[in-house]
C-alpha cells in the first residue's frame, strides 16, 4: 500500500541534510547509507549513493528515471543462483 500524498515521501533526515549541503555546496561525493527505505526525490539527481544490501555498499548514480523509486530497489539483496541442480556434461551423457 503506498504511503499517503498527505504525509510525502519519506527521506531519512539526516540523508537529506547531506543532499541539500552537497547541493548548496556543489559537491558530488559518494554518500553511504543503509537507508534503503529513503524515496528517490529530484534533489539527488545527479549524486551517487553507496546503498547497503546486507553485505556490501552497491554505488547507485540517480537518475531522472528513478525519483519516486526508493533506494533499496536497485541494490539487490539476493543472488540467483538457477534452479534444480547443476547440469553437467557427465550428467547429461549417462541419460
Known sequence: M?????????IE??????IEHMNQSGDK???KTWSRRSTIVPEMIGH???????K??????????????KLG?????RTFKGH????????TALK
Open 84 to 91: 534444480g541442480a547443476v547440469h553437467t556434461e557427465k550428467s
Open 29 to 31: 561525493k559518494v554518500v
Open 48 to 54: 551517487t549513493f553507496a546503498v547497503h544490501n546486507g
Open 13 to 18: 533526515p539526516k540523508l537529506f541534510k547531506k
Open 73 to 77: 530497489e536497485f541494490s539487490p539483496t
Open 56 to 69: 556490501k555498499f552497491i554505488p547507485v548514480y540517480i537518475t531522472e528515471n528513478m525519483v519516486g523509486h
Open 2 to 10: 503506498p504511503r499517503s500524498v498527505k504525509k510525502g515521501p519519506y
